[in-house]
């Protein structure tokens, strides 16, 4: 694969669901995101856990009211990854483990390179690191303030 090919983020996430289906409809927020070029599916994976803790990667096609995701599964995620979910997953569910790029940015990203610009570095932020960030500037912005409500000696 080329270096000139431009990618949105790609993040990654697992969805567990007890019972060991996902409810009716549930996938049709992300088929809407595919639809309309929001999202692109790099690889789409359910796992179940049985309730003897039996794993196993459950074919798109075995799964009520998934047919428009039939073929999304593209070995990005392997047997690692599928063990470090399945640790996770309760007896008796099935989870969907999602690998999708974030599409939305690319127009932007085209037309500051097509400008002269030249993407340098990008990444992704956890929710945790926001928290830590946020809290970090309140623990210094209560520490100005103090500092401001003093008077002088």
């Known amino acids: 694969m080329s ?14 669901f007890p019972g060991g289906v996902p409810p009716k409809g549930s996938f049709d927020g992300l ?5 309309s070029g929001t999202v692109r599916i790099l690889d789409l994976e359910f796992v179940a856990k049985s309730e003897h803790g039996e794993v196993r990667v459950v074919p ?12 999304s599964a593209s070995g990005l995620i392997d047997s690692d990854d599928i063990a470090s979910v399945s640790a996770d997953l309760a007896a008796g569910s099935v989870a969907a483990v999602l690998v999708y790029e974030e599409r939305v940015m690319i127009p932007v990203i ?26 970090e500037t309140d623990t210094h912005e209560s520490a100005n303030a103090r500092t401001n409500d003093q008077e002088p000696a």
């Open 3 to 16: 270096n000139d090919i431009l990618f949105g983020p790609i993040e990654y996430l697992a969805v567990e």
């Open 31 to 35: 088929l809407g995101m595919v639809d």
């Open 60 to 71: 798109t096609r075995d799964i009520e009211g998934l047919a428009d995701f039939e073929g």
């Open 110 to 135: 085209e037309a500051w390179t097509e400008g002269g610009g030249r993407l340098i570095t990008e990444g992704h932020l956890t929710v945790d690191d926001i928290a830590a960030a946020l809290d």
